[in-house]
């Protein structure tokens, strides 16, 4: 069983950053995938960047600006986000698939505005 906790959202304005982190519950160092999704209003939730052993990808429209990390010695999983833009405002989710199963944060709202 995986617990997920997000934090770090917030409202900043174009062009600001804001860093995302995902504490979970027990040790993740033998977890394998650890992503951040999106969720903004009346849409699907979206895969934005995605870390397991092979490396590390990220969804075409936040390449160059989101860096997705993760700290086995603290059991967290980061996004780090940089020249965020209006239409990156959405509820962003935790996501580790562990053992045959998936596991999900109750979202942080992140909201570009001026």
């Known amino acids: 069983q995986v617990q997920l906790v997000e934090s770090g959202g917030g409202l900043v304005q174009p062009g600001g950053s804001l860093r995302l982190s995902c504490a979970a519950s027990?040790?993740?160092?033998?977890?394998?995938?650890m992503a951040w999704y999106r969720q903004a209003p009346g849409k699907e939730r979206e895969l934005v960047a995605q870390i397991t052993t092979d490396g590390r990808a990220y969804a075409d429209s936040v390449k160059g600006r989101f860096t997705i990390s993760r700290d086995n010695a603290k059991n967290t999983l980061y996004l780090q986000m940089n020249s965020l833009k209006p239409e990156d405002t959405s509820v962003y989710y935790c996501y580790v698939f562990y053992l045959g199963r998936n596991y999900w944060g109750q979202g942080t709202q992140v909201t570009v505005s001026s």
């Open positions: 027990g040790s993740i160092f033998r977890i394998n995938v």
